[in-house]
C-alpha cells in the first residue's frame, strides 16, 4: 500500500524531525488511531504519476502526506461515495421518520378539534402568546 509521512498536528512540513514513514493498509484508515474515517484536504498530481495526497484524521488530528497510485485514489473515493451515500440513506429516514411523528402529532390534533385558524396566523398573533402578554 501507499508509503506516506506522518506529520503531529502542529507540525509544520520543514520541521520534518517528527516525521515518520509508515505503511498504510488503505488510504481512509488512520495509521494512529485505526479510525476508517481519514479525510482528504488536498491533492497534486507528481512527476512520478502518483497523486500527492495531504490526508487529516478527525479522530486523533495526524496529518499524512501520502504518495497514492490512481487505484489507491480511486478505492478511496468509492468508499467515501459510500459512505456518504449511507448517510444520505440514514438522513433521509430520519426525516421521514420525523414527518411521520408530526403527521400523526397533527392528526391526533385534528382529530381532538384543537387545531383551529388561529394557529396559523403566526407566532405572535397566536391567542396563547396574546394572553400572556
Ligand atoms: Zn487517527
Redesign the pocket.
Known amino acids: 500500500m501507499g508509503e506516506l509521512t506522518l506529520r503531529k498536528s502542529g507540525d509544520t512540513e520543514s520541521s520534518g524531525a517528527r516525521s515518520t514513514v509508515v505503511q498504510m493498509p488503505g488510504l481512509e484508515i ?1 495509521p ?2 485505526d ?1 476508517a474515517y481519514v479525510q482528504a484536504l488536498s491533492s497534486s498530481r507528481q512527476k512520478n504519476g502518483r497523486l500527492a495526497l495531504e490526508l487529516r ?1 478527525p ?2 488530528e ?1 496529518r499524512m502526506c501520502v504518495a497514492a497510485t490512481d487505484a489507491q485514489v480511486v478505492a478511496y473515493e468509492e468508499l467515501c461515495d459510500a459512505g456518504r451515500e449511507e448517510m444520505k440513506r440514514a438522513y433521509d429516514r430520519c426525516v421521514a421518520e420525523s414527518l411521520e411523528a408530526l403527521a400523526g402529532v397533527l392528526a391526533r390534533a385534528l382529530a381532538l378539534d384543537l387545531v383551529t385558524a388561529d394557529d396559523f396566523a403566526g407566532p405572535l398573533r397566536s391567542p396563547v402568546v396574546r394572553r400572556l402578554r
Do not use: G, K, R, T
Request: aromatic fraction near 0%; glycine fraction near 0%; charge should be negative.
Open positions: 488512520c494512529s488511531c479510525s484524521c479522530e486523533c495526524v
